[in-house]
């Protein structure tokens, strides 16, 4: 891939995570059935307590782990919660556990013990899947030994929980395999997810991904997908249909994100994890005027996103 070409795709897909964010902050946790009597469909940011245009924890936790890649030239698990730990801003609207955590490694626990703190096996929530779109591409199109570590070591100070880290394994290689694709070309859905399901050590992950997959082939609708999947902050609830809609719109990334967003539940982190994707897949050329324009824009704000993208770019060829 050519580097303005790699550029563009790294942009694209740090940008995809803040639009999804930020088109489902405003309806997060609200059903498919609520979003609809109450805004028939959300194609456009609302207001809300974060305000408007601004993102969520999702973004902020993928760009501190943007952050800690770009300083250290690669994956550090030490390094990398130090950076969660200093990008946290309470008001981004984090879980009480993982406020808690970050508060923790903030006073210096160990980040090897903070992972358990608050469940002894560990949490399977989303928040590992929705942040983990740097190391994919930074690592998705490697080996997937290299790619298992480098997540194991991007979300280990919150999640050790084999379900989230699993999916966060899934989504970074398919992030990966986004990057291999031909943006424009017609996406092989089923292709997709079964480079997946042979990659995937988890038993329930895969019958979900199967699940996906038979959504795919019969053209199933997004009500049939909520039918499937609770869409809430459990890891296996949420990211499998974050993939049904950037596979099933994957002609329509600004659709994709809308599709998914609309799914209800735990909007922000379902579109941020389906904008991941096909960003990844079409770069940074896609997204709407409307979203760009009204994306928040100071400190880590979009034009920092679209350089962090670039740095991440650079970083990747010389990591060859």
Not at 119 to 131: E, H, I, L, T
Not at 197 to 208: A, D, T, Y
Not at 222 to 249: E, I
Request: glycine share 10%.
């Amino acid at each position: 891939m050519e580097i303005e070409e790699q550029r563009s795709r790294f942009v694209g897909s740090l940008l995809g995570v803040a639009f999804g964010d930020t088109l489902g902050a405003a309806v997060e946790m609200l059903s498919r059935t609520e979003i609809r009597d109450q805004f028939g469909q959300v194609r456009d940011f609302l207001p809300h307590a974060k305000g408007f245009g601004c993102y969520t924890d999702d973004t902020e936790m993928t760009l501190a782990l943007v952050l800690s890649l770009i300083q250290q030239g690669r994956i550090d698990a030490a390094y990398c919660a130090r950076c969660y730990a200093e990008a946290f801003t309470p008001e981004r609207g984090y879980g009480r556990s993982a406020s808690r955590i970050m508060e923790e490694l903030a006073a210096g626990t160990d980040y090897r013990q903070t992972g358990t703190m608050f469940f002894p096996a560990g949490s399977f929530g989303n928040g590992a899947a929705m942040r983990i779109a740097p190391i994919g591409l930074l690592y998705g199109r490697g080996k997937e030994t290299q790619l298992r570590e480098a997540v194991s070591s991007a979300v280990s100070c919150t999640h050790i929980h084999d379900e989230a880290v699993e999916t966060a394994f899934l989504q970074a290689l398919a992030v990966g395999l986004m990057l291999d694709l031909p943006a424009g070309v017609r996406l092989d859905m089923c292709a997709i997810t079964e480079q997946l399901i042979i990659s995937c050590r988890n038993e329930e992950i895969k019958q979900r991904l199967e699940t996906v997959e038979e959504l795919l082939i019969t053209g199933a609708d997004a009500d049939r997908v909520v039918d499937c999947f609770s869409c809430g902050v459990r890891s296996a609830d949420s990211w499998p249909p974050a993939l049904w809609a950037a596979l099933r719109f994957s002609d329509d990334p600004e659709e994709a994100i809308i599709q998914a967003v609309n799914l209800g539940g735990d909007a922000d982190t379902i579109g941020a994890m389906t904008g991941a994707l096909v960003g990844a897949l079409y770069g940074d050329s896609w997204f709407p005027q409307r979203w760009f324009d009204s994306l928040e824009n100071g400190v880590n704000g979009r034009d920092e996103i679209i350089e962090c993208g670039q740095l991440m770019a650079e970083l990747a060829v010389s990591l060859k």
